[in-house]
């Protein structure tokens, strides 16, 4: 059996790890990232249908905005010049739809912006909008850890933190579409409004408010600049390898970590950017008190996606990237509640891709959808799923091709379904244990698991543990990081590369 010595392992290599691990290589330690899968990147992972690029998880994004929270990570991990953002300015980049009356409202970039069109949009509602934006400033101006530069050990907790989005938006107006349009960017989360907080709404929501970027190249642009900032600051990943089991655990700290492969690994500390319910089964349950065990089992799962990919052909418009949410109602209560039938929100993002020399229109569209719709196949695997599974599948692919043709019937152009994907296709691909798309549900008063486990060398981040979204998975990695991390060198990084 081989032995090896590190400083850190991580284990997972979605945006979080590949955040950790880069990190902890930029304070001179010795760095193993573990990756389950064949390949690296989790969610961030670009995969192609007859060529043509499409996005696992990651479409777009706020915080690349001048001084935004995205581009100071990636200036701290010496990525911001490899990364291209793609801005959507377009007057009709990014809109919401309600199907039923028909009625459109358009979200230009920017704060003021965006408030000054729903004042218009809603002139009975001024006083609303107005209060609305100042409470998310609020909440992300006294949040000290969304500056880099102030980042903490844990997010700071505010009264917002303890008031759902329904309670503050109840309190504003009663005005139900514009309710449901500021509650819209719930579908970048995955919650209810009568189940998050108002504070993590604000935290998710003010970089999309600011900016919507895509990245050229999408999520391969980071795995792309991550793997070459590994080979230069030795990281060492390796795919298709995972920890078996933690070894030597002596006064609550483990000394060595078995690897799928056989291998030993000596380490000084680990970080599992996992979902909280796996990253606990490699805690010896010794260590774990049965009310810890429960906290974690009770995190309920976020909106997973039933997500369907083609092509728009035919388009008289020009080219463009563009962002269109429809919402069947002007719920989103309703439309993110595990128990619905019939339609959600589809959420469609067109992109302008060059495949061959040739420019394509390609469409994601993606209905929240929870693990409880797929339960009947939970056990079945990709490749194996039965008969009724498919009829399913079926159904809900064509639901959703007449709904976004419905949507460019104007424009004479017709969606061309190349393939679609189940909550369960997310799962079994992205290793997760459910397939919801951004770990566990965000609700009020609930703790997230961020950080030191009972194993007192193993900490834990990702997307689960504070924030979802690219941005909030990173932002888990620096506040882990840095407990882990030699404080000096740490703080000495973030000053020489933010000034
Ligand atoms: C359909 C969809 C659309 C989305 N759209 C957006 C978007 O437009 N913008 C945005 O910001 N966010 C979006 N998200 C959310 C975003 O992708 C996530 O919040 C973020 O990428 C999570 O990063 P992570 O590193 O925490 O987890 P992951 O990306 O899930 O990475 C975890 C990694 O750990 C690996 N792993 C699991 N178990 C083990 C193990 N035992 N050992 C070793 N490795 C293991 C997995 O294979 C995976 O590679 C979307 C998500 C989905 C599913």
Same mark, same amino acid.
């Given at each position: 059996?081989?032995?090896?010595?590190?400083?850190?392992?991580?284990?997972?290599?979605?945006?979080?790890?590949?955040?950790?691990?880069?990190?902890?290589?930029?304070?001179?330690?010795?760095?193993?990232?573990?990756?389950?899968?064949?390949?690296?990147?989790?969610?961030?992972?670009?995969?192609?249908?007859?060529?043509?690029?499409?996005?696992?998880?990651?479409?777009?994004?706020?915080?690349?905005?001048?001084?935004?929270?995205?581009?100071?990570?990636?200036?701290?991990?010496?990525?911001?010049?490899?990364?291209?953002?793609?801005?959507?300015?377009?007057?009709?980049?990014?809109?919401?739809?309600?199907?039923?009356?028909?009625?459109?409202?358009?979200?230009?970039?920017?704060?003021?912006?965006?408030?000054?069109?729903?004042?218009?949009?809603?002139?009975?509602?001024?006083?609303?909008?107005?209060?609305?934006?100042?409470?998310?400033?609020?909440?992300?101006?006294?949040?000290?850890?969304?500056?880099?530069?102030?980042?903490?050990?844990?997010?700071?907790?505010?009264?917002?933190?303890?008031?759902?989005?329904?309670?503050? !938006? #109840?309190?504003?107006? @009663?005005?139900?579409?514009?309710?449901? /349009?500021? $509650? =819209?960017?719930?579908?970048?989360?995955? *919650? %209810?409004?009568?189940?998050?907080?108002?504070?993590?709404?604000?935290?998710?929501?003010?970089?999309?408010?600011?900016?919507?970027?895509?990245?050229?190249?999408?999520?391969?642009?980071?795995?792309?600049?991550?793997?070459?900032?590994?080979?230069?600051?030795?990281?060492?990943?390796?795919?298709?390898?995972?920890?078996?089991?933690? !070894? #030597?655990?002596?006064? @609550?700290?483990?000394?060595?970590?078995? /690897?799928? $492969? =056989?291998?030993?690994?000596?380490?000084? *500390? %680990?970080?599992?950017?996992?979902?909280?319910?796996?990253?606990?089964?490699?805690?010896?349950?010794?260590?774990?008190?049965?009310?810890?065990?429960?906290?974690?089992?009770?995190?309920?799962?976020?909106?997973?996606?039933?997500?369907?990919?083609?092509?728009?052909?035919?388009?008289?418009?020009?080219?463009?990237?563009?962002?269109?949410?429809?919402?069947?109602?002007?719920?989103?209560?309703?439309?993110?509640?595990?128990?619905?039938?019939?339609?959600?929100?589809?959420?469609?993002?067109?992109?302008?891709?060059?495949?061959?020399?040739?420019?394509?229109?390609?469409?994601?569209?993606?209905?929240?959808?929870?693990?409880?719709?797929?339960?009947?196949?939970?056990?079945?695997?990709?490749?194996?799923?039965?008969?009724?599974?498919?009829?399913?599948?079926?159904?809900?692919?064509?639901?959703?091709?007449?709904?976004?043709?419905?949507?460019?019937?104007?424009?004479?152009?017709?969606?061309?379904?190349?393939?679609?994907?189940?909550?369960?296709?997310?799962?079994?691909?992205?290793?997760?244990?459910?397939?919801?798309?951004?770990?566990?549900?965000?609700?009020?008063?609930?703790?997230?698991?961020?950080?030191?486990?009972?194993?007192?060398?193993?900490?834990?981040?990702?997307?689960?543990?504070?924030?979802?979204?690219?941005?909030?998975?990173?932002?888990?990695?620096?506040?882990?990081?840095?407990?882990?991390?030699?404080?000096?060198?740490?703080?000495?990084?973030?000053?020489?590369?933010?000034?």
């Amino acid at each position: 059996m081989e032995k090896t010595d590190v400083h850190h392992i991580v284990v997972g290599s979605g945006i979080s790890g590949m955040t950790a691990a880069l990190l902890l290589a930029l304070t001179g330690k010795k760095v193993l990232l573990l990756e389950k899968a064949p390949i690296p990147g989790g969610s961030m992972a670009r995969f192609r249908i007859s060529g043509i690029p499409f996005d696992t998880g990651f479409h777009f994004t706020g915080g690349f905005s001048n001084n935004g929270l995205l581009s100071d990570m990636l200036k701290v991990l010496g990525l911001y010049k490899s990364i291209e953002p793609v801005f959507l300015t377009g007057e009709h980049a990014n809109r919401f739809m309600f199907e039923q009356t028909g009625e459109i409202f358009d979200f230009p970039a920017g704060e003021q912006q965006l408030k000054a069109q729903l004042q218009r949009y809603f002139p009975q509602e001024q006083k609303a909008v107005e209060r609305y934006f100042e409470l998310v400033e609020q909440v992300c101006r006294q949040t000290r850890t969304m500056d880099i530069r102030q980042i903490n050990a844990s997010m700071d907790l505010l009264n917002e933190d303890y008031l759902s989005l329904q309670t503050v !938006l #109840d309190q504003l107006t @009663g005005n139900q579409e514009l309710k449901t /349009l500021l $509650s =819209g960017f719930s579908m970048c989360y995955g *919650s %209810a409004p009568a189940e998050i907080s108002f504070a993590n709404h604000a935290r998710m929501c003010q970089g999309l408010y600011q900016s919507v970027a895509r990245v050229k190249d999408g999520g391969d642009a980071f795995i792309r600049a991550f793997k070459k900032a590994f080979a230069e600051h030795g990281v060492e990943l390796r795919c298709g390898i995972s920890i078996e089991r933690f !070894l #030597d655990i002596r006064d @609550g700290q483990a000394g060595s970590a078995l /690897l799928t $492969s =056989g291998e030993t690994v000596s380490f000084e *500390s %680990a970080i599992l950017t996992l979902h909280p319910q796996e990253a606990i089964k490699l805690i010896p349950a010794e260590l774990m008190r049965p009310a810890f065990i429960h906290r974690i089992q009770s995190f309920e799962p976020s909106a997973g996606f039933f997500s369907v990919f083609g092509i728009l052909e035919g388009t008289e418009n020009e080219m463009d990237n563009s962002i269109i949410s429809l919402f069947p109602c002007a719920d989103t209560n309703r439309m993110l509640d595990p128990a619905r039938s019939g339609d959600s929100a589809l959420v469609i993002i067109r992109n302008t891709e060059t495949v061959n020399g040739k420019t394509v229109q390609t469409v994601s569209a993606f209905e929240p959808c929870f693990p409880q719709e797929t339960a009947a196949w939970a056990g079945s695997t990709a490749g194996q799923r039965p008969p009724e599974y498919t009829a399913y599948k079926a159904r809900k692919t064509e639901r959703i091709r007449e709904r976004v043709n419905a949507f460019y019937a104007g424009q004479n152009a017709a969606f061309k379904v190349l393939n679609s994907a189940s909550v369960l296709t997310f799962r079994d691909y992205l290793n997760s244990p459910d397939g919801s798309a951004y770990g566990i549900r965000q609700k009020t008063g609930q703790f997230n698991l961020i950080g030191k486990l009972p194993l007192r060398n193993v900490y834990l981040a990702g997307q689960s543990s504070l924030l979802p979204g690219i941005v909030g998975a990173m932002m888990s990695s620096f506040i882990v990081t840095r407990a882990v991390a030699d404080k000096a060198r740490f703080n000495n990084l973030i000053c020489e590369r933010l000034g």
